[in-house]
């Protein structure tokens, strides 16, 4: 149990074009999930929280309007990067939180469940 | 705000011995969890080991222990037996308890198992 995936796992794009990513809970309904950002030897960096219906929440220094987030189902949530430039390449990386009183069966509400990451480079 | 510190940026064990890696941090909560991540160069996090902060014992997991001293603020990783597939970045990460919590993660330590 407690899988995410995400899709892509690469992608390449031309300066100033949009770029979506998905995140996937297939086994268990993720009513959080979150959006990170991993430089090369760096640590996770948060950029979102997204819970579904709702409008995702940015950390310090997001641009909203760069990073769009759409939470809209119980199992989906998408990241555009909107007119990508080279300094957007990354490792972009999602995870998932099971709703709120979840325990057993090696699902915990309090967990986070990581999906695979998306390698993003932009020319 | 939660801050963890991990300050070996890089260690190396021959494999069969044993490491620990360090992991401090800084909180003004009583409830919280603690987690250990392994990201191989696949770059999937993967969780090692899970704490939480009411229980005492220290959590364990097959080759995998942690000494966690509540009144310290630390956090250490010990593997056993250390293996070449334990070969990764190894994460520190804080959460505080609450359904809206965020991972807080430390700087990381690369782990080389060595012949």
């Known amino acids: 149990g407690a899988v995410v995936s995400q899709h892509p796992s690469r992608v390449i794009c031309k300066s100033g074009t949009s770029v979506k990513i998905e995140c996937r809970s297939l086994?268990?309904?993720?009513?959080?999930m979150f959006w990170y950002r991993q430089f090369p030897k760096q640590s996770l960096m948060l950029m979102a929280t997204?819970?579904?219906?709702?409008?995702?929440?940015?950390e310090q220094g997001v641009e909203k309007d760069k990073f769009l987030i759409n939470h809209a189902s119980l199992t989906l949530s998408t990241l555009t990067v909107t007119s990508a430039h080279p300094e957007d390449s990354s490792f972009y990386i999602c995870?998932?939180?099971?709703?709120?009183?979840?325990?057993?069966?090696?699902?915990?509400?309090?967990?986070?469940?990581f999906g695979p990451g998306t390698r993003l480079t932009v020319l | 705000a939660q801050t963890v510190t991990q300050s070996q940026p890089e260690m190396s064990v021959q494999e069969a011995e044993t490491v620990t890696l360090s992991c401090t941090y800084d909180t003004s909560e009583n409830n919280y969890y603690l987690f250990w991540y392994k990201q191989p160069p696949s770059r999937q996090m993967i969780l090692v080991i899970r704490q939480e902060a009411y229980k005492q014992q220290n959590a364990t997991e097959n080759r995998f222990s942690v000494n966690f001293q509540k009144a310290a603020k630390s956090f250490s990783l010990k593997i056993s037996d250390s293996q070449l597939g334990d070969t990764a970045m190894y994460f520190c990460a804080f959460m505080r308890d609450g359904t809206a919590s965020k991972l807080t993660f430390g700087t990381g330590t690369r782990l080389q198992v060595t012949l």
């Open positions: 086994d268990f309904q993720a009513t959080t």
């Open positions: 997204s819970n579904e219906g709702s409008k995702a929440t940015y």
């Open positions: 995870s998932a939180r099971a709703p709120p009183g979840t325990s057993g069966r090696a699902l915990y509400s309090f967990e986070q469940y």
